[in-house]
Structures are given as C-alpha cells and as structure tokens.
C-alpha cells in the first residue's frame, strides 16, 4: 500500500476511532438509564439520581476525569496501532536497502532487492535494483574491456618480438661483415625493411582499434565508380601477390556505371586486411591461389574473396569476427597479425551500412563475403 494512503487511513482513525467508542461509552450509559428505568425504578426516581449525581461537585469531577482518561486511552492505543503499521510497512523495506546499500560498498553487485509492489518503498527499491543492475553491467564491461585491453597488448607485443629479433639479426650480420656481397646486403636491407613494415602494420591496427573503441573513425564517403576502384586495388594487390607466389583472379560482373558510397580509404582497408588474412594461412601442398569476385544484388554490391588456403574449423567459424579470436590457438610467428583485423573489418563494413559474413571448409578454403550499399540518385518532383 502507498505511503500516502496509509497516512490517509491513519489519520482518519486517529480522529474518527475515538468519536466512535467515546460516543459508544455514552450510548452506554444510556442504555444503562434505559435499562433502570425499564426496572421500575420510576422516571421522577431516576432524574432525581441524576441530578444529585450532578449536583454532587466530587462525583461529576469523577465522572469527566474518568471520560477524558478513557478518551485518552483511545487516543493512544489507536496512535501505537497506526504508528506501528505505518513502521512495519516501511522499515523492512528500509532495512533492505541498507543491507542491499552495504553490499554495493562492498563491491557486492549480487544482491537483488526488486520487489513486485506497486507503494513508494516498493519504487524506491525497484529504482534501486535498476541502479544496481546497471552497476553490475558497466563493472562487467569494464572487466571485459580492461581483458581485451590486455589481450590487446600481448599480442601486439608477442607479435612485435619476432619482425624485431629479425631486424636485430640482420643488422648485426651486416655490422659483423656477414653480408659481404651487393646481393646479400641488398636482401638483408630488404628484410629489414619488410620487417619494419610488419611492424607499422601492427602499430597501425593498434592505433586504429583505439579508434573503433570509441567510434572515432575519420570517413570520408564518396561516390565511387566500382569498375575504376577495383581495378586499380586489383592492380596493387597483383603485384604484392606475384610477389609472394599467389596468384590472383579478379571478375567483376556489375554494370560499369555502377556507383557505390564508400570512404576509398576504409574499403581498401577491409580489402586488405582479408587478403592477408588469406595470406597469413595459405597452405604450402597447394599452388595459392586468390579470387576476388564482384556481383551485383540488387540494391547493394556483394564482393567475394575467396582462398584455397588452410580452411577455417566449423567451430571456429561463429567467432571469426570476435576481437582478438584466432583459430590457431599456439599463435605461431608464420601467422601473425594482432588477432583483430577481422573485427575491424567488420566494423566498418557496418558503419558503410553492409554485412559482412564467412563460409569454409578445412583444407579447401575461406570466402569472405561483404556487401556496400549502391548509390541512387534521389529523384523529386
């Protein structure tokens, strides 16, 4: 019940309960007259009895003193009862928030204080609970976050070991005159070099993450031609490739005045990233191989990179796009990469207003699917 309406019925009891009974002891004083009078004791007999009752100062002093003390009696008793059954519908409630108050000083976020009424402490305690709840969700992303934050940093850091131990190596062997031909001083400088870049790539995710974390992206959507785009991405790609001994196919079977919004920074990212992903897990039994597809669907642009490498684990597929989730649960140097270039892909794929999703089998390979939104002139009449 309300706190209002509980004082609202105490209060009405307090004023009308002892009007009642006061009027119920007069009632039965007069039932009492009536009674003797029914006794013959004689109307005249009667009022003589009360008027010496009355004229009798001590025995009418008597008579209202015993009224006010019965009155006050009333009064009381009724006051202990409201005063009591306001305190029991309040002071439990009160001595579970407290409780419930002390237990979140202490860092206890468990216990739950929701009740099903509908009075003022029953609100109190449901807002509570809202408190808490939300208490206990902000503490359980900040456990998570300060995870991923740690995650985040050996990885980059077991990651950053090995291009740095290569660059140690072969900077010595050149100081100690290992490198004594043009040839093996041109193939030590290009190590290093590559080995740097390995390097850059990592700082780059890193600086990036940091970016995606709180929604700081810098886009710059355009509209892009998506034959033009491909073309000279293809063309940059090939060559690394060819370098690296994969080749690349490339089919675009999309209408050549097709536009797309896109920031061509960003979109070359999630290229990127998914082709060295490729890279990362090619398998050495096989000739590599890469193919980039483009279709049309509709309202949007479906792009298709698919590889023949080492396949991704049916039960390892839902979580492809999870922060810091590799398959190769060793982290062997061969692989590399901080375990998020995939999580970041998807992120702007979605801030692009697409979808992005994965098919594989073990041992044959990976397609990678997304999707960008056409652009369409709007038209006014």
Same mark, same amino acid.
């Given at each position: 019940?309300k706190? %209002? &309406?509980r004082?609202?019925?105490? @209060?009405?009891?307090i004023?009308i309960?002892p009007?009642?009974?006061? &009027? ?6 007069k #039932?009492?007259i ?7 004791l004689?109307r005249n007999i009667v009022?003589q009895?009360? %008027?010496?009752y009355m004229d009798d100062?001590? /025995?009418f002093?008597e008579?209202?003193?015993?009224? +006010?003390v019965?009155? @006050?009696?009333?009064l009381? /008793? ?8 306001i305190?029991?519908?309040?002071a ?5 928030l407290?409780?419930?108050? &002390?237990n979140?000083k #202490?860092g206890?976020?468990?216990?739950s204080?929701a009740t ?8 109190v +305690?449901n807002?509570f ?7 206990k ?5 900040? /456990?998570e976050d #300060?995870a991923?934050?740690r ?11 090995t291009?740095?131990? =290569?660059?140690?190596? *072969? ?9 004594d031909?043009?040839?093996?001083? #041109?193939?030590?400088?290009?190590t290093?070099?590559?080995?740097a870049?390995?390097?850059?790539t990592?700082?780059n995710?890193l600086?990036?993450y940091s970016n995606?974390?709180? &929604?700081?992206i ?7 031609n998506i034959h ?5 991405c293809?063309?940059e790609?090939?060559m ?5 001994h ?6 675009n079977?999309v ?5 797309i ?11 990127h990233?998914?082709?060295?992903n ?8 096989? =000739?590599?191989?890469i ?8 309202? @949007?642009?479906q792009i298709?990179?698919a590889?023949n490498?080492k396949?991704i684990a049916?039960?390892? /597929?839902p979580?492809v796009?999870?922060?810091f989730y590799r ?11 901080s375990?998020i ?19 594989s089998?073990e ?6 699917y997304f999707?960008i939104r056409? *652009? ?5 009449e």
């Amino acid at each position: 019940m309300k706190l %209002k &309406n509980r004082l609202l019925i105490s @209060f009405f009891i307090i004023t009308i309960v002892p009007v009642v009974l006061f &009027n119920a002891l007069m009632l039965g004083l007069k #039932e009492v007259i009536r009674k003797a009078s029914e006794e013959q004791l004689g109307r005249n007999i009667v009022m003589q009895a009360l %008027k010496h009752y009355m004229d009798d100062g001590g /025995l009418f002093d008597e008579l209202v003193f015993n009224f +006010c003390v019965a009155e @006050f009696v009333i009064l009381l /008793l009724t006051a202990i009862v409201m005063v009591v059954w306001i305190y029991k519908g309040i002071a439990p409630q009160i001595k579970v928030l407290k409780i419930a108050a &002390n237990n979140v000083k #202490e860092g206890n976020l468990e216990f739950s204080v929701a009740t099903g009424g509908t009075d003022e402490m029953s609100e109190v +305690c449901n807002a509570f609970e809202d408190m808490r709840v939300r208490l206990k969700n902000n503490a359980k992303d900040r /456990l998570e976050d #300060e995870a991923e934050q740690r995650a985040l940093i050996s990885n980059i850091a077991h990651d950053l070991k090995t291009p740095i131990t =290569a660059i140690k190596g *072969y900077a010595e062997g050149m100081l100690d005159g290992v490198a004594d031909t043009p040839e093996k001083r #041109e193939k030590y400088i290009r190590t290093i070099y590559n080995k740097a870049n390995e390097m850059n790539t990592l700082i780059n995710e890193l600086t990036l993450y940091s970016n995606i974390d709180t &929604n700081k992206i810098p886009y710059n959507f355009q509209k892009l031609n998506i034959h033009s785009y491909f073309e000279d991405c293809i063309e940059e790609l090939g060559m690394d490739l060819e370098n690296q001994h994969i080749r690349l196919d490339y089919a675009n079977y999309v209408d050549p005045d097709v536009l797309i919004i896109a920031d061509p920074e960003q979109l070359g990212r999630i290229i990127h990233n998914i082709v060295s992903n490729s890279v990362k897990y090619m398998r050495a039994d096989v =000739a590599s191989r890469i193919a980039i597809t483009i279709k049309d669907v509709g309202d @949007f642009v479906q792009i298709e990179i698919a590889d023949n490498g080492k396949g991704i684990a049916t039960k390892d /597929l839902p979580y492809v796009f999870d922060r810091f989730y590799r398959a190769d649960a060793s982290r062997n140097s061969a692989a590399g990469g901080s375990g998020i270039g995939l999580s970041i892909v998807k992120k702007i794929v979605e801030d692009h207003g697409g979808k992005i999703w994965v098919t594989s089998k073990e041992n044959e390979g990976t397609t990678m699917y997304f999707v960008i939104r056409k *652009y369409q002139e709007v038209m006014y009449e």
